[in-house]
């Protein structure tokens, strides 16, 4: 198998209850390395429920989830197409949600994936710089000056460096998202979560994080958007997956389930989303 | 007369406040502190047992007098074989009392602080107890500022009752010389305003303390 076809993320049959509300039901979902599934559907469908999982955030109640298959070349590097910044040395982790999973289990899944949340929930005590550098210097514990180097070049990429003594507070929605997102790159995950990351940003503040988003799935980053955002979607995502009622009712590239969805269901959600813009 | 005796007791009674209020109320106040912060933990965790212990402490604190408890263990624990001197009775009763109203001033303040602030601290990957400590205490301590000094403030009046387990302190003090001197009036009325001097001085460093936390806060 070559390096770039391996897949990331592979999770088989996720299900999960929240009481007698079954909102997963049997979840099967690929991610290759590089590549960006975004998840759509109407809400309740689910989608937020399998991109916390990811993160150890819920767990459910049967199903695997195995991240970080082994997709180093023969000598042992990484393949070259991977960004800058990705941890390279975890082994391939599997978690199965039919047995108990241990405090141990839910640490390494999170050593491999990180999370942008959609209300950012950034540290308000902490100023930007120590935002993005908590997890890399307090739990990663790598080299402080490396970390805040790191962390610099981060935020200058997203255009805050001149904001990173300043606290949250501070800064507009967009502007926190954007912190929220080096937060997690700062992390080297192998996998990049972003729950519906623009919906609760002005209109106006939406399309510089998007760009950055964008800009990180053209730079070979794996992850797994859910957004409402379709012509982002459509941009930015290698495989659009449709969900509605804990299934999938439909998923393939992006040109064609948003542009030719076959089945009914998701063509009543992509017209009706489509007619509101 | 009255002038005269006013400056002349002022100099013992601020020696009983510096010697006994201030020492008894700040220490029994950090000792309740850590113990409510223990309390909270267990009143937090999600085993029932631990749950069920912290609940019933508090109850018991809040329940009894304040007096009784400090009666229970100078007078009452010598029945059982424990004899303590009056200023280990005093800042123990002092603390446990502390230890149970801060406990859920505490626990509320921790609740307090929106769950996404948990989801973010384990997103970084850290454990439960790294972000309660890291994260989450931080921003629960400038909700809980002002409850906090509101037992703080309550803490040093209480110390009063001391002095009925003999511990020398400012108003012990006051009444040794209001017995001696027969100017009950004017000696308690001298205590009541160094109380509120202290307590003038404890809402002026409230109010600063609050400003200080409310630095990263939008309002």
């Known amino acids: ?277 | 007369m009255g002038f005269d005796l006013f400056w002349s007791s002022l100099g013992p009674l601020l020696l009983g406040a510096i010697q006994g209020t201030i020492p008894l109320a700040l220490s029994s106040f950090i000792l309740g502190l850590i113990l409510a912060l223990l309390v909270a933990m267990l009143r937090i965790s999600r085993n029932k047992v631990a749950n069920g212990v912290g609940q019933f402490y508090v109850s018991v604190i809040r329940g009894t007098p304040l007096l009784v408890q400090l009666f229970v263990i100078f007078y009452g624990l010598p029945a059982i074989g424990v004899k303590l001197d009056p200023w280990p009775s005093a800042i123990i009763a002092f603390s446990l009392n502390v230890g149970g109203y801060a406990a859920e001033v505490i626990r509320a303040a921790i609740l307090s602080v929106p769950a996404g602030q948990w989801e973010a601290g384990h997103m970084i990957g850290m454990s439960r107890s790294q972000t309660l400590l890291c994260i989450i205490l931080p921003q629960a301590a400038r909700v809980s500022v002002p409850p906090l000094s509101n037992t703080f403030i309550s803490l040093v009046k209480d110390t009063s009752l001391a002095s009925l387990i003999l511990v020398t302190e400012m108003f012990r003090v006051a009444q040794q010389v209001a017995a001696f001197s027969q100017e009950f009036m004017l000696l308690y009325l001298e205590a009541a305003l160094i109380y509120w001097v202290i307590c003038l001085a404890l809402s002026t460093a409230q109010s600063q303390l609050e400003k200080r936390l409310d630095r990263y806060v939008a309002h």
């Open chain 1, 1 to 277: 198998m070559s390096p770039i076809d391996a897949p990331v993320l592979q999770v088989r049959g996720l299900s999960k209850s929240f009481g007698t509300n079954q909102v997963l039901r049997g979840i099967d979902l690929d991610v290759p390395r590089g590549k960006v599934v975004a998840l759509i559907g109407p809400s309740g469908s689910g989608k937020t429920t399998i991109l916390r999982s990811l993160n150890g955030l819920e767990t459910p109640d049967a199903g695997s989830v195995t991240v970080g298959a082994s997709h180093t070349t023969a000598d042992g590097s990484a393949g070259k197409d991977e960004p800058s910044g990705v941890e390279h040395n975890l082994p391939p982790l599997t978690l199965d949600f039919s047995a108990t999973v241990s405090p141990r289990e839910v640490a390494a899944l999170r050593d491999r994936s990180a999370m942008v949340f959609q209300h950012y929930n950034l540290f308000p005590h902490m100023s930007v710089l120590q935002n993005v550098i908590e997890g890399p210097i307090r739990v990663q514990k790598r080299p402080r000056a490396k970390v805040i180097a790191e962390a610099e070049r981060l935020l200058d990429r997203v255009g805050l460096l001149e904001k990173k003594d300043a606290h949250p507070f501070e800064l507009s929605g967009g502007q926190q998202q954007r912190v929220g997102i080096v937060r997690a790159l700062a992390l080297k995950p192998q996998l990049l979560l972003f729950d519906e990351p623009t919906s609760a940003l002005d209109p106006e503040l939406v399309d510089d994080v998007l760009a950055v988003i964008k800009e990180l799935a053209d730079e070979g980053w794996t992850m797994v958007i859910v957004t409402h955002e379709l012509a982002f979607a459509r941009q930015t995502a290698d495989e659009v997956v449709f969900m509605a009622d804990g299934v999938v009712v439909e998923r393939g590239p992006a040109s064609q389930v948003l542009r030719e969805p076959k089945e009914e269901r998701t063509q009543q959600f992509v017209r009706r989303l489509l007619h509101e813009l």
